[in-house]
Protein backbone atom coordinates (compact mmCIF):
# COMPACT_ATOMS: atom_id res chain seq x y z
CA UNK A 1 0.00 0.00 0.00
CA UNK A 2 3.12 2.67 0.58
CA UNK A 3 4.03 2.37 -3.00
CA UNK A 4 0.58 2.83 -4.01
CA UNK A 5 -0.16 5.89 -1.79
CA UNK A 6 3.34 7.05 -3.88
CA UNK A 7 2.78 5.83 -7.19
CA UNK A 8 -1.20 7.40 -7.43
CA UNK A 9 -0.59 10.79 -5.65
CA UNK A 10 -2.07 9.99 -2.56
CA UNK A 11 0.55 11.72 -0.14
CA UNK A 12 -0.87 13.95 2.32
CA UNK A 13 -0.55 17.60 1.00
CA UNK A 14 -1.62 21.03 3.29
CA UNK A 15 -5.23 22.02 1.58
CA UNK A 16 -3.76 26.14 2.07
CA UNK A 17 -1.76 26.71 -1.02
CA UNK A 18 0.09 29.39 1.32
CA UNK A 19 1.57 26.40 3.24
CA UNK A 20 2.99 24.33 0.71
CA UNK A 21 4.48 27.52 -0.85
CA UNK A 22 5.91 28.83 2.47
CA UNK A 23 4.32 32.26 2.33
CA UNK A 24 5.81 33.07 -0.93
CA UNK A 25 4.66 33.60 -4.45
CA UNK A 26 6.54 31.06 -5.61
CA UNK A 27 9.16 28.30 -4.71
CA UNK A 28 10.81 29.28 -8.04
CA UNK A 29 10.50 31.90 -10.64
CA UNK A 30 9.19 29.73 -13.41
CA UNK A 31 10.73 29.36 -17.05
CA UNK A 32 8.41 28.60 -19.62
CA UNK A 33 7.51 25.34 -20.62
CA UNK A 34 5.77 23.90 -23.72
CA UNK A 35 3.72 21.50 -24.68
CA UNK A 36 5.67 19.86 -26.49
CA UNK A 37 8.60 20.08 -23.53
CA UNK A 38 6.05 18.00 -21.37
CA UNK A 39 5.84 14.56 -21.85
CA UNK A 40 1.81 13.14 -22.72
CA UNK A 41 0.74 9.98 -21.35
CA UNK A 42 0.83 6.84 -24.14
CA UNK A 43 -0.50 4.21 -22.14
CA UNK A 44 -3.55 2.14 -23.54
CA UNK A 45 -5.32 3.62 -20.49
CA UNK A 46 -4.70 7.31 -21.00
CA UNK A 47 -4.97 6.84 -24.68
CA UNK A 48 -8.92 5.35 -23.61
CA UNK A 49 -9.50 8.00 -21.49
CA UNK A 50 -8.60 10.94 -23.65
CA UNK A 51 -11.11 9.27 -26.33
CA UNK A 52 -13.68 9.49 -23.81
CA UNK A 53 -13.04 12.59 -22.71
CA UNK A 54 -13.13 13.88 -26.52
CA UNK A 55 -16.38 12.52 -27.62
CA UNK A 56 -17.92 13.34 -23.74
CA UNK A 57 -17.02 16.69 -22.85
CA UNK A 58 -18.06 19.83 -25.53
CA UNK A 59 -14.63 21.43 -27.33
CA UNK A 60 -14.44 23.95 -25.29
CA UNK A 61 -14.53 22.08 -21.61
CA UNK A 62 -11.78 19.22 -23.25
CA UNK A 63 -9.25 21.90 -24.30
CA UNK A 64 -9.34 23.25 -20.48
CA UNK A 65 -9.01 19.71 -18.95
CA UNK A 66 -5.88 19.69 -21.10
CA UNK A 67 -4.91 22.84 -20.05
CA UNK A 68 -5.26 21.89 -16.66
CA UNK A 69 -2.94 19.07 -17.40
CA UNK A 70 0.15 21.03 -18.69
CA UNK A 71 -0.35 24.46 -16.26
CA UNK A 72 -0.20 21.36 -13.84
CA UNK A 73 3.08 19.40 -14.82
CA UNK A 74 4.43 23.04 -14.90
CA UNK A 75 4.13 24.20 -11.81
CA UNK A 76 4.77 20.50 -10.22
CA UNK A 77 8.03 20.06 -12.68
CA UNK A 78 9.37 23.98 -11.33
CA UNK A 79 7.61 24.17 -7.83
CA UNK A 80 7.36 20.82 -6.17
CA UNK A 81 9.75 18.45 -7.99
CA UNK A 82 9.51 15.78 -5.08
CA UNK A 83 5.94 15.63 -4.96
CA UNK A 84 5.22 12.03 -6.07
CA UNK A 85 2.55 10.50 -9.05
CA UNK A 86 2.77 9.08 -12.27
CA UNK A 87 1.71 11.47 -14.79
CA UNK A 88 -0.86 9.24 -16.08
CA UNK A 89 -2.69 9.35 -12.96
CA UNK A 90 -2.73 13.29 -13.31
CA UNK A 91 -3.89 13.10 -16.78
CA UNK A 92 -7.07 10.89 -15.95
CA UNK A 93 -7.92 13.26 -13.19
CA UNK A 94 -7.49 16.55 -15.44
CA UNK A 95 -9.42 14.14 -18.51
CA UNK A 96 -12.54 13.68 -15.97
CA UNK A 97 -12.47 16.33 -13.40
CA UNK A 98 -15.07 18.44 -15.36
CA UNK A 99 -16.70 15.76 -16.67
CA UNK A 100 -19.83 15.60 -14.40
CA UNK A 101 -20.49 19.56 -16.31
CA UNK A 102 -21.98 18.35 -19.17
CA UNK A 103 -25.55 18.94 -20.19
CA UNK A 104 -26.22 14.90 -20.19
CA UNK A 105 -24.88 14.36 -16.57
CA UNK A 106 -25.23 17.83 -14.93
CA UNK A 107 -29.22 17.02 -15.42
CA UNK A 108 -28.71 13.41 -14.78
CA UNK A 109 -28.46 13.98 -11.08
CA UNK A 110 -29.12 16.05 -8.29
CA UNK A 111 -26.07 16.02 -6.61
CA UNK A 112 -23.36 18.13 -7.45
CA UNK A 113 -21.56 18.10 -10.46
CA UNK A 114 -17.81 17.19 -8.86
CA UNK A 115 -19.51 14.33 -7.01
CA UNK A 116 -21.19 12.86 -9.68
CA UNK A 117 -18.60 13.30 -11.92
CA UNK A 118 -16.17 11.46 -8.98
CA UNK A 119 -18.63 8.89 -9.31
CA UNK A 120 -18.84 8.60 -13.27
CA UNK A 121 -14.70 8.35 -13.15
CA UNK A 122 -14.33 6.03 -10.61
CA UNK A 123 -16.95 3.30 -12.60
CA UNK A 124 -15.27 4.64 -15.99
CA UNK A 125 -11.86 3.79 -14.84
CA UNK A 126 -12.27 0.80 -11.86
CA UNK A 127 -15.36 -1.39 -13.85
CA UNK A 128 -14.87 -0.53 -17.86
CA UNK A 129 -11.52 0.01 -17.70
CA UNK A 130 -10.00 -2.30 -15.17
CA UNK A 131 -7.52 0.74 -13.94
CA UNK A 132 -6.24 -0.48 -10.69
CA UNK A 133 -8.46 0.45 -7.34
CA UNK A 134 -6.01 2.68 -6.07
CA UNK A 135 -5.05 4.60 -9.43
CA UNK A 136 -9.63 4.54 -9.96
CA UNK A 137 -10.05 6.30 -5.87
CA UNK A 138 -7.20 8.44 -6.34
CA UNK A 139 -8.69 9.70 -9.75
CA UNK A 140 -12.08 9.88 -7.96
CA UNK A 141 -11.15 11.83 -4.73
CA UNK A 142 -9.18 14.42 -6.95
CA UNK A 143 -12.44 14.83 -8.64
CA UNK A 144 -14.77 14.95 -5.51
CA UNK A 145 -12.55 17.64 -4.04
CA UNK A 146 -11.19 19.71 -6.84
CA UNK A 147 -13.28 22.64 -5.83
CA UNK A 148 -12.86 22.29 -2.30
CA UNK A 149 -11.01 25.18 -1.66
CA UNK A 150 -9.59 26.16 1.59
CA UNK A 151 -7.41 26.53 4.90
CA UNK A 152 -7.90 23.43 6.73
CA UNK A 153 -6.73 20.04 6.84
CA UNK A 154 -5.36 18.07 3.73
CA UNK A 155 -5.66 16.53 0.62
CA UNK A 156 -3.87 14.32 -1.74
CA UNK A 157 -1.02 15.20 -4.15
CA UNK A 158 -3.19 14.69 -6.93
CA UNK A 159 -6.32 16.63 -5.71
CA UNK A 160 -3.86 19.50 -4.56
CA UNK A 161 -2.21 19.84 -7.98
CA UNK A 162 -5.32 19.36 -9.78
CA UNK A 163 -7.15 22.37 -7.53
CA UNK A 164 -3.68 24.36 -8.26
CA UNK A 165 -4.16 24.16 -12.03
CA UNK A 166 -8.06 24.30 -12.36
CA UNK A 167 -8.14 27.96 -10.42
CA UNK A 168 -5.01 29.03 -12.66
CA UNK A 169 -7.20 28.26 -15.71
CA UNK A 170 -10.31 29.28 -14.17
CA UNK A 171 -9.72 32.30 -12.45
CA UNK A 172 -5.93 33.45 -12.70
CA UNK A 173 -4.95 32.51 -9.33
CA UNK A 174 -1.41 31.37 -8.46
CA UNK A 175 -0.28 33.75 -11.55
CA UNK A 176 3.23 33.15 -10.49
CA UNK A 177 3.28 29.99 -10.37
CA UNK A 178 3.48 29.64 -14.28
CA UNK A 179 5.56 31.54 -17.23
CA UNK A 180 3.29 33.36 -18.93
CA UNK A 181 5.34 32.15 -22.20
CA UNK A 182 3.72 28.65 -21.16
CA UNK A 183 0.40 29.55 -21.17
CA UNK A 184 0.76 31.23 -25.19
CA UNK A 185 1.89 28.09 -25.82
CA UNK A 186 -0.79 25.70 -24.38
CA UNK A 187 -3.26 28.27 -25.15
CA UNK A 188 -2.19 28.08 -28.73
CA UNK A 189 -2.56 24.55 -28.58
CA UNK A 190 -5.53 24.57 -26.69
CA UNK A 191 -7.24 27.59 -27.10
CA UNK A 192 -9.42 28.82 -24.74
CA UNK A 193 -12.62 29.60 -26.95
CA UNK A 194 -14.53 31.95 -24.36
CA UNK A 195 -13.68 29.61 -21.72
CA UNK A 196 -13.93 31.79 -18.80
CA UNK A 197 -17.63 32.98 -20.09
CA UNK A 198 -18.21 28.95 -20.99
CA UNK A 199 -17.57 28.09 -17.67
CA UNK A 200 -19.53 30.74 -16.08
CA UNK A 201 -22.50 29.94 -17.70
CA UNK A 202 -21.97 26.55 -16.08
CA UNK A 203 -21.82 27.57 -12.65
CA UNK A 204 -24.68 29.69 -13.03
CA UNK A 205 -26.58 26.72 -14.81
CA UNK A 206 -26.25 24.33 -11.90
CA UNK A 207 -26.42 26.78 -8.96
CA UNK A 208 -29.82 28.03 -10.94
CA UNK A 209 -31.01 24.38 -10.82
CA UNK A 210 -28.99 22.94 -7.72
CA UNK A 211 -29.08 25.67 -4.93
CA UNK A 212 -27.46 23.52 -2.99
CA UNK A 213 -24.61 22.65 -5.30
CA UNK A 214 -21.34 22.32 -3.32
CA UNK A 215 -20.16 25.29 -5.96
CA UNK A 216 -22.38 27.67 -3.86
CA UNK A 217 -19.76 27.41 -0.97
CA UNK A 218 -17.39 29.11 -3.43
CA UNK A 219 -19.53 32.34 -3.32
CA UNK A 220 -23.17 31.83 -5.59
CA UNK A 221 -22.09 35.17 -7.08
CA UNK A 222 -18.57 35.73 -6.56
CA UNK A 223 -17.57 32.25 -7.94
CA UNK A 224 -19.00 33.05 -11.52
CA UNK A 225 -18.29 36.61 -11.32
CA UNK A 226 -13.99 36.11 -10.89
CA UNK A 227 -13.88 33.42 -13.62
CA UNK A 228 -16.05 35.63 -16.30
CA UNK A 229 -13.74 38.14 -15.07
CA UNK A 230 -10.58 36.37 -15.42
CA UNK A 231 -7.93 39.17 -16.05
CA UNK A 232 -4.80 36.80 -16.53
CA UNK A 233 -6.84 35.05 -19.22
CA UNK A 234 -8.57 38.00 -20.89
CA UNK A 235 -6.10 38.30 -23.56
CA UNK A 236 -6.48 34.50 -24.45
CA UNK A 237 -10.13 33.96 -24.42
Known amino acids: MADAVKTYGWEAKPRDPSVILGGKKNIKDPMPQ????????????????LLYAAKELSTPTFNHSMRVFYYGKAIHNQQFPEWHFTEETYLLACLLHDIGTTDKNISATKMSFEFYGGILAL???????????????????????HQDIGETGMITTIGQLLQLATIFDNMGGHKDLVHEDTIRDVTARYPRNKWSSCFAATIRKENGSKPWAHTTALGEDDFPNGVQNNKLMQPYD
Open 123 to 145: DLLSKELHAPIEQAESVAEAVFR
Open 34 to 49: TVASIKLPDSTLAASV
